[in-house]
């Protein structure tokens, strides 16, 4: 039987659209207000779920507290009142746009040793929201 | 294919204890959710139907009958109840999310597809809204 697991966590965290490589009038045109200079911020929902056998010693795809404490470490720890840009490595290079945040945080959890990470979801507010799964070739 | 959802809620208590293990591997494994006296949720149950809307209806099915299922089948068993010691289905197992998600799957999958009309796609229960566990039975 198939199941997933979802937990939710939040950060605070500040960003802003723009690519170098374009004029100011260019980002301007496709990232609208979000190309501010001084950057902005949200309160985002991050939905990590992952999947696995149910073991039946514990009932348990995974034990929240391993999972709780992966994301700590990987996202939280570094995610958590920033400014992304300038304070996440992965955003020097890619603009971190909520698709692009859900790509990197996936990236940095796949490695979880104790299931399968099957989704990432982001709430960037309440309106907007995205989801990243990944190809299974 | 159109997927309907229905959502209800209970309220029910259970702790998480393994008879196998040492005392202090079931607090180890499962921290404050070990504790012998229990504690509660209130759970949030959302049901969702796949098929084709029946030409004469516009209907997938009629969720009336779901609500009918829903009443019977959980909240009369569930609502309101020690999970451990109160639900059958669940006696001798770890009432987890997981746990429970998969009971009430195995609960509603005869209940909906034997009607001839739909087919039980998604049980999605929410333990609290920050976390929740689907079961999808074995898949599409």
């Given amino acids: ?137 | 294919m159109v997927y309907v959802t229905r959502k209800i809620e209970f309220s029910a208590s259970h702790l998480y204890h393994n008879p196998e293990l040492s005392p202090e591997e079931n607090r180890r494994i499962f921290g404050k959710c070990n504790n012998p006296h229990g504690h509660g949720h209130n759970y949030v149950l959302e049901v969702t139907v796949a098929g084709e809307p029946d030409p004469r209806t516009g209907m997938v099915l009629d969720l009336k009958e779901l609500k009918d299922i829903l009443q019977r089948e959980i909240l009369e068993r569930m609502d309101h109840r020690f999970l451990n010691y109160e639900v059958p289905e669940l006696a001798g197992k770890i009432p987890t999310t997981e746990t429970i998600a998969m009971t009430i799957w195995n609960l509603l999958e005869p209940r909906i597809n034997d009607r001839g009309q739909g087919r039980l796609y998604r049980v999605r229960l929410y333990e609290t809204p920050d976390l929740y566990v689907d079961c999808l039975g074995n898949g599409p």
């Fill in chain 1, 1 to 137: 039987m198939k199941v997933v697991l979802h937990r939710r966590y939040r950060f605070s965290a500040s960003h802003r659209l723009h690519q170098a490589g374009w004029s100011e009038e260019e980002n301007r045109r496709v990232y609208g207000k979000c190309a501010n200079p001084y950057g902005h911020g949200h309160n985002y929902v991050l939905d990590v779920a992952v999947s696995g056998p149910v073991d039946p010693a514990t009932g348990m795809i995974t034990n929240l507290a391993d999972l709780d404490t992966f994301v700590e470490r990987e996202i939280l720890a570094e995610f958590d009142h920033v400014y992304l840009n300038e304070q996440v490595a992965a955003f020097r290079s890619a603009v971190p746009t909520s698709e692009n945040i859900c790509q990197v945080v996936f990236e940095r959890l796949r490695a979880y040793p104790h299931a399968q990470v099957e989704s990432i979801g982001m709430e960037e507010t309440g309106a907007n929201s995205f989801e990243y799964l990944p190809d299974r070739t």
